[in-house]
C-alpha cells in the first residue's frame, strides 16, 4: 500500500505490485513484465487512482488477457488490472441488466440465465471480461456484444465520468471506435435481454459450450481466433488451404484443430508468436493475395 501511495499520492485500497509477470495475466501464458500492476479495490477506488496518477505515467486497461500479447521486452507504465475489481452485477428496475468492466463473460451468461434472460448464452464462451468485450465488440454465433448494449459507463485518464450509447462509437465486425477523439475505458454498462425461460438459456449454453469443446484447441494456452475474417471469408479457411496448419516457430504452432489458433504448446515467447502471425499473414498474401488482419491486439516492446 505505501507504493500506492507512492505513485498516486493519495490513499487508495487497491493492490499496486511491481515487475508483474504478464504471463500469469494473458491466455497465451507468454511475453513479458508490465513495471507496476494496479488492481483497484472498487469503481471509487479506479477513480482516484486515475485523478492522481501523474499524467506522464502510461496506463494499458487489461481485462482477462484473452486477446493479449505483452511482447517480450515487457510494458512501461501501469497495467490497470479490472478483472475482479469491478465486478458488480445487478437487474435494474427497468430490467436491464448493470454489468461492470471486470465481469467475466460466463457470469454474465449464467447471471441472464438464472432471471428468465433470453439472448446472453453467447457471452459464456467468450474467456474476457466485459470491458475487453465491448472493446472488442466480441461475439460468436451469429451475436455481437454491442447488440445489448443500452448504455456504457467510461472514465478517462482524469477520472472524469460518462455514460454514453452506441451512438457514440463506430462500431463493427470486432472493432469499436470512440468518435470523440479522446482516450476512454469502459467501466461498466447496462445491457438488454429479452424474456425468457431460464431453462432453455442454460440449455443454450451447455450446447454452445459443447461445440467449443469440438471445435478449439482448449487444452493449450490461446487466446481465441488470432485474425479476423476477411469479408465472405474464413481465416481458418485460407490458413488451412495454404497448407499452415500445425506450422511451428519456436514453441508457437498453428492449431491442427482449428487453423485460427495459434498455440502454445509449453515455452512460446512473444516473439515465437508474433513471428508465427507474421508467417502466415505473409504465406495467406502470396498464396491467396489476400491481407490477413490480426484480432489480438499485440502490445508492449522487444527485446532489443
Ligand atoms: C479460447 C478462446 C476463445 C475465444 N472466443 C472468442 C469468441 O468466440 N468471440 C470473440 O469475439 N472473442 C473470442 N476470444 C477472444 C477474447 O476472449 C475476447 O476478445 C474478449 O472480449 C477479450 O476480453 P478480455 O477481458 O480478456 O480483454 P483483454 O484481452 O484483457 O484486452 C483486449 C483489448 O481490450 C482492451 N480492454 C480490456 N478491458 C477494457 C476496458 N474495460 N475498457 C477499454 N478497453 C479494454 C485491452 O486494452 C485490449 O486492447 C476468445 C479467446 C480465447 C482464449
Partial sequence: MAETKQLAKIPLRGTLREQVDMRKHTSWRAGGVAERMYQPADLDDLLGFLRSVPVEEPLYVVGLGSNLLVRDGGLR???????????????????????????????LARFAAKHDLNGGAFFAGIPGTLGGM??????????????????????????????????????GYRRVVLRADCEEWFIAAWLTFAKGNSGAARQ???ELLSRRIASQPLNLPNAGSVFRNPPGEHAARLIEQCGLKGKRIGGAQVSEKHANFIVNTGNASAEDIEQLISEVQATVLQKTRIKLHPEVQIIGEKIR
Fill in 134 to 171: 465491448l472493446a472488442m465488440n466480441a461475439g460468436c454465433y451469429g451475436s455481437e456484444t454491442w447488440e445489448r448494449v443500452l448504455r456504457v459507463m467510461t472514465v478517462n485518464r482524469q477520472g472524469e465520468v460518462h455514460v454514453r450509447t452506441s451512438d457514440d462509437y463506430e462500431i
Fill in 77 to 107: 507504465g501501469t497495467v490497470l488490472l479490472l478483472h475482479s475489481a469491478l465486478s458488480e452485477l445487478r437487474l435494474e428496475i427497468d430490467g436491464s441488466v448493470y454489468v461492470e468492466a471486470g465481469v467475466p463473460g460466463a457470469k
Fill in 204 to 206: 443454450e449454453i451447455k
